[in-house]
């Protein structure tokens, strides 16, 4: 099932449960998605289906009667990489650990994997590289009757991983490597992908309005550019000595300091807490090195578990991790080359408090006229339509928070969800948003960008871009879903002088261009224009060599080429693998048909 975001894929799923549940053609059911999705699986088939699910932890086999909850419950959620990593190795190959072990043995009638597009395999040479992820998804296929497959990007550009993919579905039909003039994938019958833009009710008017993008630049103001300069040259100089590192370390000193010019664009406050958190960190260290309390190995144990995918974390843990390695990750290997740094931050701290108290934030600027100046965000009424604010930093989500209140005069017209939101306060803050007229603003970081519904607004602003384009496409969808009667309007604020924002900005602009041939389809398909490069690794390029006039064109022409619209056409032509279009007669007689139903249903 390949609809694209937003399109009904969790409800088609629950139809398709809900009907072999009644045909008594399914009575065991396992539904296995991202950590991050879980309890939205949960909610959504309680909700509209009345179906009793529950989420798999190692506390339900201790509540189940024989103590193995997967034997004793026939309706279970279980997290992809909870179950996919249980593995243990052999001399030979690597096997099922202890609970996907027990997991397999019980026997499904039906197994749903939600974001399928994770379960990958590739050929490395002439050697076949499989995922754990896949490996779990090859083992559970075989123990399953009906396997369910969802993804709204299930062809990654390469035709012999997507013929492994569908091997998950019929491992006979796309046995062996895919050969290009010998082989042709064709997935018809066992792939349904429907097309936001190209969907239609009834009446035959679009299910899906309109989507506009904008780019809104704003240039910095003397004291911020000094401190992007400055703070930029340090993270340059760290990344030179962590590429001098080996292994994991090397890993999370890099992430440290991609995560620390990212808050650097955010605001002055982000940038000032976290020079500030990461200097007294530090500070901490030397003082525990000279009480000698850590012994001479404490320098290189700034060890995190970095993950390769950036989806494999879901946003709180991004958050999490986030704060945790940008205060400790350190390239310094001893302490007099720790205190030289700790002087650096101490130098970079004052200048951004500098920055803080001047008051200047010309970002804010930008954000505060769209807020009371542009045309969209008024009703016919004249009151303020709902907006949503997306900010990558819990530092940035409060200070904006003070900042909006002092624009609309009224604190409790704006609400707030982070990583570290509780599930039922996020959801009385989502039921708050949606239905009190009084609450307008709801500022967040990506933790609401998941799995939310909130069609009942249409406008968004990106304070922060995000370097995973996944993420862009997650928020937009957010809005823009089924419900969504509104054209939905979208601004991104970039700062088109600092280096990444270069890079961004001319993405952002050629964006507008396609999305104005190819009526807003491009959103869909935005996180598999970067296949080959990803953008993250084009923004940090854009950094740490953006002096050089070779590397700025260079990266100019990775964007033009990316998103080229012959390229973007050719993407939107592979995703449309298996589209499914009603003739016009076939749609009148389902509707009469449905009318006919209606009517029986009144009669006496």
Same mark, same amino acid.
């Given at each position: 099932?390949?609809?694209?975001?937003? =399109?009904?894929?969790?409800?088609?799923?629950?139809?398709?449960?809900?009907?072999?549940?009644?045909? =008594?053609?399914?009575?065991?059911?396992?539904?296995? !998605?991202?950590?991050?999705?879980?309890?939205?699986?949960?909610?959504?088939?309680?909700? @509209?289906?009345?179906?009793?699910?529950?989420?798999?932890?190692?506390?339900?086999?201790?509540?189940?009667?024989?103590?193995?909850?997967?034997?004793?419950?026939?309706?279970?959620?279980?997290?992809?990489?909870?179950?996919?990593?249980?593995?243990?190795?052999?001399?030979?190959?690597?096997?099922?650990?202890?609970?996907?072990?027990?997991?397999?043995?019980?026997?499904?009638?039906?197994? /749903?994997?939600?974001?399928?597009?994770?379960?990958?395999?590739?050929?490395?040479?002439? @050697?076949?590289?499989?995922?754990?992820?896949?490996?779990?998804?090859?083992?559970?296929?075989?123990?399953?009757?009906?396997?369910?497959?969802?993804?709204?990007?299930?062809?990654?550009? @390469?035709?012999?991983?997507?013929?492994?993919?569908?091997?998950?579905?019929?491992?006979?039909?796309?046995?062996?490597?895919?050969?290009?003039?010998?082989?042709?994938?064709?997935?018809?019958?066992?792939?349904?992908?429907?097309?936001?833009?190209?969907? /239609?009710?009834?009446?035959?008017?679009?299910?899906?309005?309109?989507?506009?993008?904008?780019?809104?630049?704003? &240039?910095?103001?003397?004291?911020?550019? !000094?401190?992007?300069?400055?703070?930029?040259?340090?993270?340059?100089?760290?990344?030179?000595?962590?590429?001098?590192?080996?292994?994991?370390?090397?890993?999370?000193?890099?992430?440290?300091?991609?995560?620390?010019?990212?808050?650097? =664009?955010?605001?002055?406050?982000?940038?000032?807490?976290?020079?500030?958190?990461?200097?007294?960190?530090?500070?901490?260290? /030397?003082?525990?090195?000279?009480?000698?309390?850590? *012994?001479?190995?404490?320098?290189?144990?700034?060890?995190?578990?970095?993950?390769?995918?950036?989806?494999?974390?879901?946003?709180?843990?991004?958050?999490?991790?986030?704060?945790?390695?940008?205060?400790?990750?350190?390239?310094?290997?001893?302490?007099?080359?720790?205190? =030289?740094?700790?002087?650096?931050?101490?130098?970079?701290?004052?200048?951004?408090?500098?920055?803080?108290?001047?008051?200047?934030?010309?970002?804010?600027?930008?954000?505060?006229?769209?807020?009371?100046?542009?045309?969209?965000?008024?009703?016919?009424?004249?009151?303020?339509?709902?907006?949503?604010?997306?900010?990558?930093?819990?530092?940035?989500?409060?200070?904006?928070?003070?900042?909006?209140?002092?624009?609309?005069?009224?604190?409790?017209?704006?609400? &707030?969800?982070?990583? *570290?939101?509780?599930?039922?306060?996020?959801?009385?803050?989502?039921?708050?948003?949606?239905?009190?007229?009084?609450?307008?603003?709801? /500022?967040?970081?990506?933790?609401?960008?998941?799995?939310?519904?909130?069609?009942?607004?249409?406008?968004?602003?990106?304070?922060?871009?995000?370097?995973?384009?996944?993420?862009?496409?997650?928020?937009?969808?957010?809005?823009?879903?089924?419900?969504?009667?509104?054209?939905?309007?979208?601004?991104?604020?970039?700062?088109?002088?600092?280096?990444?924002?270069?890079?961004?900005?001319?993405?952002?602009?050629?964006?507008?261009?396609?999305?104005?041939?190819?009526? *807003?389809?491009?959103?869909?398909?935005?996180?598999?224009?970067?296949?080959?490069?990803?953008?993250?690794?084009?923004?940090?390029?854009?950094?740490?060599?953006?002096?050089?006039?070779?590397?700025?064109?260079?990266? &100019?022409?990775?964007?033009?080429?990316?998103?080229?619209?012959?390229?973007?056409?050719?993407?939107?032509?592979?995703?449309?693998?298996?589209?499914?279009?009603?003739?016009?007669?076939?749609?009148?007689?389902?509707?009469?048909?449905?009318? @006919?139903?209606?009517?029986?249903?009144?009669?006496?």
């Amino acid at each position: 099932l390949a609809d694209d975001p937003g =399109a009904g894929k969790t409800i088609m799923a629950g139809l398709y449960i809900r009907e072999l549940v009644m045909r =008594a053609d399914a009575k065991r059911i396992l539904i296995v !998605a991202p950590g991050s999705l879980v309890e939205q699986w949960r909610d959504e088939l309680s909700e @509209k289906f009345g179906l009793d699910f529950h989420i798999y932890t190692p506390g339900l086999d201790q509540a189940s009667p024989s103590g193995n909850a997967f034997e004793d419950f026939h309706q279970l959620i279980v997290r992809l990489d909870q179950v996919s990593r249980d593995e243990e190795e052999t001399p030979k190959e690597r096997v099922p650990g202890p609970m996907q072990a027990k997991l397999l043995a019980a026997g499904w009638d039906l197994v /749903v994997f939600d974001e399928s597009h994770k379960l990958a395999a590739h050929y490395f040479g002439s @050697k076949l590289e499989k995922t754990a992820r896949f490996r779990f998804a090859e083992r559970i296929g075989a123990e399953t009757r009906h396997l369910l497959l969802m993804t709204a990007t299930p062809h990654n550009g @390469k035709d012999e991983d997507f013929q492994l993919f569908l091997s998950l579905l019929d491992s006979d039909r796309f046995y062996g490597r895919f050969r290009d003039g010998v082989h042709k994938v064709d997935a018809s019958d066992l792939m349904r992908r429907m097309v936001k833009e190209e969907l /239609v009710k009834f009446d035959n008017t679009p299910l899906f309005p309109e989507r506009k993008a904008y780019t809104v630049n704003y &240039t910095l103001s003397d004291l911020e550019a !000094a401190l992007y300069e400055s703070v930029t040259d340090y993270v340059k100089t760290e990344m030179g000595k962590a590429d001098q590192l080996q292994g994991s370390r090397k890993g999370s000193v890099g992430f440290a300091l991609t995560a620390l010019q990212r808050r650097l =664009a955010s605001s002055p406050e982000a940038i000032f807490q976290s020079l500030k958190r990461r200097k007294e960190r530090l500070q901490n260290r /030397v003082r525990d090195e000279k009480l000698g309390m850590r *012994g001479r190995k404490a320098l290189s144990e700034t060890v995190f578990e970095i993950p390769d995918d950036d989806d494999d974390l879901n946003a709180d843990e991004q958050e999490h991790l986030e704060e945790e390695v940008i205060d400790d990750a350190t390239a310094a290997s001893t302490v007099s080359e720790l205190e =030289a740094e700790i002087i650096i931050l101490q130098g970079l701290e004052d200048r951004a408090k500098a920055v803080v108290a001047s008051g200047l934030d010309r970002k804010w600027d930008e954000l505060s006229r769209i807020l009371q100046n542009a045309p969209e965000l008024r009703g016919e009424s004249g009151r303020h339509r709902k907006l949503i604010i997306f900010s990558e930093h819990r530092d940035t989500l409060n200070y904006l928070r003070g900042k909006i209140a002092g624009v609309l005069g009224n604190e409790d017209s704006i609400v &707030t969800i982070h990583g *570290g939101t509780h599930r039922d306060e996020r959801r009385k803050i989502q039921a708050a948003f949606r239905s009190d007229p009084d609450v307008r603003v709801l /500022v967040a970081t990506d933790a609401a960008g998941e799995g939310v519904n909130l069609q009942n607004a249409n406008l968004m602003v990106n304070y922060d871009l995000p370097w995973n384009p996944n993420r862009l496409e997650q928020r937009f969808g957010r809005i823009h879903r089924i419900g969504q009667t509104e054209v939905c309007h979208l601004w991104n604020l970039v700062a088109k002088e600092t280096r990444e924002g270069e890079v961004y900005h001319r993405l952002l602009k050629k964006l507008e261009v396609e999305s104005e041939s190819l009526k *807003g389809r491009v959103f869909d398909i935005l996180g598999e224009v970067f296949e080959d490069t990803s953008l993250k690794d084009l923004l940090m390029q854009a950094i740490r060599y953006g002096d050089s006039p070779e590397v700025r064109s260079r990266l &100019t022409r990775k964007i033009d080429t990316v998103l080229d619209h012959d390229h973007l056409k050719s993407l939107l032509n592979r995703n449309a693998l298996a589209q499914e279009t009603m003739s016009a007669e076939r749609l009148y007689a389902v509707k009469e048909e449905m009318e @006919k139903a209606e009517a029986r249903r009144l009669q006496p």
